[in-house]
């Protein structure tokens, strides 16, 4: 039994502590290579780990919790504790993180009026059903119960979003009636506006930021009555999303002579220590402009690279924190290689619309439906109806429509949409014959993870399709998840054009990290047996998808690629170097 107390300064049993901390998210790494991460961080002179928590991956449906797995956060935290490492646990039902809706669950939109952070009883009662079941998983785990964790996290940068204390008092509320007992935090930016909404009597408030430390400090200093400082989130780099022309780094000799700072003046906790990877359809947006959805990749130049290589970062980094604490002689005890397992051809491929009623169930209505009022999260929706009533397709809009849509006639391509263009009308003067179908498929790319617009997240198609002046009516809808990949049936039609899956197949006489390259091929998707490792897209700046070795096993192994765009290769390459841009 141990207590942490914050005072002028944070207090283990008494005595003072200095936190030198690191993010690792859980839930970005395959589990057999927690320790590894853990054992690199603790080498580099740091005594902490800190994590995020998902709401929309431990109940990604309502009521259906999960946590094993990549999900099993006790084995986290107990590894952790293994290894002598503190950990700051940030349980908010918002994470941000690039995450997809943040981390909050698809399923909130299904209601009417459902409104986000706020005090807004619906929401509130969710997090409270949430809490019944995560928070007992957490609170064994503390310092005074023995465990080590030392701190939690109220909400995480708030004051960005809002300004509603009684919503923050609630979450608080929830926290401690949970058997929270540890000191809590809140996170913020580091400007009067931000500390001001975010800040909540009883919880530190500490900072997120990349540089200027004494300029970040100095005004993060006004709000801790006397308390430590500490910068929550030490930006050490930054996150990619498709289309943004290479691969974010950071300033490395500025980031050096930040962390210095930061260290002589308080605490820290290095945001990415190992990003990782988005996997499956995980990744977030961000909307400012315009529509940028974040890569597959989570590298955010941390640390450690995406798949856990040492960097000179952290050669750097371990030299400065060294000035301040012991560095542990820390033996790495995983053998962790990477691997060029080659070139492969395609073994078989099948066109999306002959396996529908595969990977679907269709569900008609009048009018177009958005996923989630179809009872799905996240993937692809297709919407089918024949041109009955129309000559030919001479204009198209699509009402209420986000993020990206593909449009065929007859299996024949006629337009993608994206972003703002989903909600302009088009002039096709596109020839049809009486009863042709259409085929409108629209991608869920991430919902938003930040600021008002995530009250805005709904997918696919809500309100209507208008051809020609005019409201179509009468739709097929299938909902493509995508979640049961081995009910593709690869001898099923395939035709050129159309939305399509390639099965590739290779042998294994070791397991090792590796990296999908698919240059040559569009937009899409890969599965690599039966685990999705997240989206491709050739515009990058991503041009490779990490594959963990532990998803691999020795002998034959099945590698399944799904495109959308008809821009499709006979080969993928299995390379041991990463390219991100």
């Not at 500390?195 to 408030?205: C, E, H, S, V, Y």
């Amino acid at each position: 039994m141990s207590t942490f107390e914050i005072r002028d300064n944070f207090y283990l049993d008494g005595e003072p502590v200095r936190i030198i901390s690191g993010a690792v998210h859980y839930f970005r790494i395959v589990p057999q290579y927690w320790r590894d991460r853990l054992e690199k961080l603790k080498s580099m002179g740091c005594n902490t780990v800190e994590t995020y928590i998902p709401w929309n991956m431990h109940e990604q449906e309502k009521g259906q919790f999960r946590f094993q797995g990549m999900l099993d956060i006790e084995g986290f935290i107990r590894l952790a504790r293994e290894l002598g490492l503190y950990v700051i646990v940030r349980p908010s039902p918002y994470i941000c993180a690039e995450w997809e809706f943040g981390g909050l669950p698809a399923w909130l939109l299904r209601e009417d009026g459902m409104r986000l952070r706020v005090s807004y009883g619906p929401f509130l009662r969710h997090v409270e059903e949430y809490y019944k079941v995560l928070l007992p998983k957490l609170t064994p785990w503390q310092c005074t119960k023995g465990g080590p964790v030392i701190l939690m996290q109220v909400e995480n940068e708030y004051g960005y979003y809002a300004n509603d204390r009684g919503y923050l008092e609630e979450i608080r509320k929830l926290m401690r009636r949970g058997g929270v007992e540890v000191p809590l935090v809140t996170s913020d930016g580091p400007f009067p506006e931000s500390l001001n909404g975010g800040k909540l009597p009883g919880a530190l408030p500490t900072g997120n930021f990349g540089s200027r430390t004494e300029e970040r400090f100095g005004t993060l200093r006004q709000y801790t009555d006397g308390g430590p400082l500490m910068c929550t989130e030490f930006w050490v780099g930054w996150f990619d999303h498709w289309g943004n022309g290479g691969h974010m780094r950071g300033n490395l000799e500025e980031s050096v002579k930040d962390l210095d700072k930061m260290l002589e003046l308080g605490h820290v906790n290095i945001y990415m220590f190992e990003g990782g990877t988005n996997f499956g359809f995980m990744n977030g947006s961000n909307y400012y402009d315009e529509l940028t959805p974040d890569v597959t990749s989570y590298d955010y130049d941390g640390v450690l690279t995406e798949d856990g290589q040492i960097t000179e970062k952290y050669r750097r980094y371990r030299e400065v924190i060294g000035k301040y604490t012991d560095i542990p002689d820390v033996k790495f005890t995983a053998d962790i290689k990477r691997k060029a397992y080659g070139t492969l051809t395609v073994q078989a491929k099948t066109g999306l619309f002959s396996n529908l009623d595969r990977l679907s169930s269709c569900k008609e209505s009048v009018y177009p439906q958005f996923m989630e009022c179809l009872g799905q999260n996240y993937g692809y929706i297709l919407y089918r109806s024949n041109l009955d009533t129309e000559e030919n397709l001479d204009k198209l809009r699509l009402w209420e429509a986000n993020d990206r849509a593909n449009i065929w006639v007859e299996d024949k391509p006629v337009l993608t949409l994206y972003d703002r263009e989903l909600l302009e009308e088009h002039e096709l003067k596109y020839p049809t014959s009486k009863g042709d179908r259409l085929d409108i498929l629209v991608e869920n790319m991430g919902r938003v993870n930040f600021g008002p617009r995530m009250e805005h997240q709904r997918k696919g198609i809500g309100q209507c399709v208008q051809i020609n002046g005019h409201m179509h009516n009468h739709w097929q809808q299938y909902p493509l998840p995508l979640d049961h990949i081995e009910n593709v049936d690869v001898g099923r039609a395939y035709v050129e054009g159309t939305p399509s899956f390639h099965r590739f197949e290779f042998e294994a006489e070791e397991t090792a990290d590796t990296f999908l390259d698919f240059e040559g091929w569009g937009k899409g998707c890969a599965f690599v047996n039966g685990f999705h490792i997240g989206r491709f897209w050739e515009i990058g700046p991503q041009k490779r998808l990490y594959i963990p070795g532990p998803l691999l096993k020795k002998g034959l192994n099945e590698i399944i690629l799904f495109e959308t765009d008809g821009k499709v290769s006979e080969t993928i390459t299995l390379t041991d170097q990463p390219d991100i841009g």
